[in-house]
């Protein structure tokens, strides 16, 4: 892998901020089953970016990052959800919806990354 360790990605660090984020946010809320789910997508975009870093693969470390960007998609769909009940603040959905999208275009454009390299090495 060009990176020598998945803490120095970028698009890990961002997404480790989105999860501490999210996590902090729905604490305090009542409807257990929105929680938990948002909780979850959120938290599996980081660890995903690590496991297939970890397994020194380019293929496997592409097939990681697609399933941390359908996480993060599904973190994403979560939020206004619970904007629409009212659970967050316009503002606020707002903000983490733009920092979600910015991390799905940072996980494409790694994957995007990967892909060239690995065709290059194939030719």
Same mark, same amino acid.
């Given at each position: $892998?060009?990176?020598? !360790?998945?803490?120095? %990605?970028? #698009?890990?660090?961002?997404?480790?901020?989105?999860?501490?984020?999210?996590?902090?946010? #729905? /604490?305090?809320?009542?409807?257990?089953?929105?929680?938990?789910?948002?909780?979850?997508?959120?938290?599996?975009?980081?660890?995903?970016?690590?496991?297939?870093?970890?397994?020194?693969?380019?293929?496997?470390?592409?097939?990681?990052?697609?399933?941390?960007?359908?996480?993060?998609?599904? $973190?994403? !769909?979560? !939020?206004?959800?619970?904007?629409?009940?009212?659970?967050?603040? /316009?503002?606020?959905?707002?903000?983490? #919806?733009?920092?979600?999208?910015?991390?799905?275009? $940072? %996980?494409?454009? %790694?994957?995007?990354?990967?892909?060239?390299?690995?065709?290059? !090495?194939?030719?």
């Amino acid at each position: $892998m060009a990176f020598s !360790t998945f803490e120095n %990605l970028a #698009v890990w660090q961002r997404g480790l901020e989105q999860a501490v984020r999210i996590c902090g946010e #729905v /604490d305090a809320w009542k409807n257990f089953s929105l929680k938990d789910q948002r909780q979850r997508s959120a938290i599996s975009v980081p660890p995903n970016i690590a496991e297939g870093h970890e397994r020194d693969s380019p293929g496997d470390f592409i097939r990681f990052l697609r399933i941390a960007k359908g996480s993060n998609g599904e $973190m994403r !769909t979560q !939020t206004y959800i619970a904007q629409r009940l009212g659970l967050l603040r /316009d503002e606020i959905a707002n903000e983490i #919806v733009s920092e979600s999208k910015e991390i799905s275009a $940072m %996980l494409q454009g %790694l994957v995007r990354s990967i892909e060239a390299r690995r065709s290059k !090495t194939e030719n």
